[in-house]
């Protein structure tokens, strides 16, 4: 019983690199997000997912894209890194009317 | 659109003695409402949820915490904490219907002192 599996844990990138950061849910829950969390600023959406092709913009859209093709997974893009995306991004998961599910996190750094 | 309030960002209180931390929310629909707690380190554990019937919710380690919606509160209380306690308590709301969207507060670290 995996639950919200997120990879990598640690990454460290130069300013302008690309990268994806992976997701993935084995509850067959139809919502899933991203979050970053930053000091004293609590956990804020980035986008979300009410199902496999739906997504929308959350709170802090800008700099990250994502995509749905699968219930089971959801895959975070940095288009183009900046030192203001050095953050920890917490991806999760929930059914209709259920808590969400959070993984474990990435440490991302941006140099 | 909803609003999350934690006024604490930081709560010192020694072992064994009682603690509550605040939350408060802005919201003009119905609502769900969480305590999630993050140990160092370590992604978030739901702690406790109030989705409807009883105003009053409880963990299994002793937490609870109230629905109080003329006051438009869900106060986490313990009455006794414990070293194990120490960590960053997050509440979060979210609409009844439709987008499963959670808003946070921006957490409250709690630090049991020996």
């Known amino acids: 019983n995996a639950g919200v599996t997120q990879t990598p844990k640690f990454q460290v990138l130069k300013t302008g690199q690309s990268m994806t950061l992976q997701c993935a849910q084995d509850?067959?829950?139809?919502?899933m997000s991203w979050y970053r969390q930053d000091p004293g600023m609590g956990l804020r959406l980035i986008h979300y997912?009410?199902?496999?092709?739906?997504?929308d913009q959350g709170e802090v859209p800008n700099g990250y894209n994502v995509s749905r093709s699968t219930t089971e997974d959801f895959p975070l893009r940095l288009l183009s890194a900046a030192p203001s995306q050095t953050s920890v991004y917490f991806c999760?998961?929930?059914?209709?009317?259920?808590?969400?599910?959070f993984g474990d996190g990435t440490r991302l750094s941006i140099l | 659109a909803q609003s999350v309030t934690q006024l604490d960002s930081q709560v010192p209180v020694f072992e064994e003695a009682p603690v509550e931390l605040r939350c408060n929310y802005s919201?003009?629909?119905?609502?769900?409402l969480f305590w999630y707690v993050q140990y160092p380190n370590q992604g978030l554990q739901l702690l406790l949820k109030?989705?409807?019937?009883?105003?009053l919710v409880e963990s299994i380690n002793g937490f609870e915490a109230e629905f109080n919606k003329s006051q438009t509160s869900f106060h986490l209380r313990k009455p006794s904490v414990h070293i194990s306690d120490t960590a960053e308590y997050f509440c979060?709301?979210?609409?009844?219907?439709?987008?499963?969207?959670?808003?946070f507060g921006t957490g409250t670290r709690l630090k049991v002192l020996a």
């Open positions: 999760a998961s929930a059914a209709s009317g259920q808590p969400q599910h």
């Open positions: 509850m067959n829950h139809e919502y």
């Open positions: 997912s009410v199902g496999a092709g739906i997504t």
């Open positions: 919201s003009s629909v119905s609502v769900y």
């Open positions: 109030y989705l409807s019937g009883s105003t």
């Open positions: 979060a709301v979210s609409e009844t219907s439709g987008t499963y969207k959670y808003i």
